[in-house]
């Protein structure tokens, strides 16, 4: 397809797995962003990959917290032992310079 | 710290009349400006973007005012329609691919 795809859609885990979330951007967007929303909560900024670049991973809430991007394609966000505060919806968007992001659909996470 | 901020969580406005929903802005560096729409479930779609060099755009129903000297933006829909029901997020760059920063968004309801 033509949009940003992510999956799983829904994952619940048990506290203390770890949880690989993927993102397959827009063809030739060299940006990719991953945010978090929690429940009520604003989207809240995670990491950011542009081209080859090192990523910008201010965002990151703790070290437990991962990501890596192939290039310009896939991307991958990686949580180890997961903790229930972890669960939220993870959305990740793409984008060509200064232009309006794309969205995912979200993966919802959810640690038991 | 906020640098995107949304004060008012939720507005319920009459099918037909205008919806105005409002943003502001702490960091002068800023100079890219978006508005998204969320449903529940989905990823968050973009609607309209402004650029730090205009006052205005216009797209359809929707239109962005920029207000650079009181940081200050807004989204104004009219006629506002039932399926316009949504959260709808502020979100704002500094130039190149930085970081989309988001508000904590504002819950509109249209009531027919």
Redesign the interface.
């Known amino acids: 397809g033509a949009g940003?795809s992510?999956s799983p859609s829904n994952k619940v885990t048990e506290k203390g797995k770890d949880v690989e979330l993927r993102c397959d951007p827009i063809s030739g967007h060299?940006?990719l962003?991953w945010?978090r929303q929690r429940l009520g909560?604003?989207?809240e900024?995670l990491i950011?990959f542009?081209g080859n670049s090192a990523p910008?991973k201010s965002?990151l809430p703790s070290d437990r917290f991962s990501a890596e991007r192939t290039g310009e394609s896939v991307s991958t966000l990686t949580i180890q032992r997961t903790q229930q505060e972890d669960s939220a919806v993870y959305?990740c968007?793409s984008?060509?310079?200064?232009t309006?992001?794309?969205?995912?659909?979200?993966t919802?996470l959810t640690v038991v | 710290d906020q640098q995107v901020k949304?004060n008012s969580p939720s507005l319920s406005v009459q099918e037909g009349r205008i919806s105005i929903l409002n943003c502001d802005y702490t960091n002068s560096m800023f100079d890219?400006f978006?508005w998204?729409k969320k449903y529940p479930?989905?990823?968050?779609?973009?609607l309209i973007?402004i650029?730090s060099i205009k006052d205005k755009n216009e797209d359809g129903r929707f239109t962005v005012f920029l207000n650079k000297s009181a940081k200050h933006l807004s989204l104004h829909i009219v006629p506002s329609q039932p399926g316009d029901s949504a959260v709808y997020?502020c979100?704002a760059s500094e130039?190149?691919?930085?970081?989309?920063?988001?508000?904590?968004?504002t819950r509109l309801s249209v009531i027919a």
Request: hydrophobic share 35%; net charge positive.
């Open positions: 940003v992510q060299t940006a962003y945010y909560q604003g989207l900024f950011y542009q910008d965002g959305l968007a984008r060509r310079t200064n309006e992001a794309f969205f995912g659909q979200g919802r | 949304q890219y978006l998204y479930a989905e990823g968050p779609t973009f973007s650029s997020f979100a130039a190149g691919n930085t970081p989309l920063v988001f508000g904590k968004g």
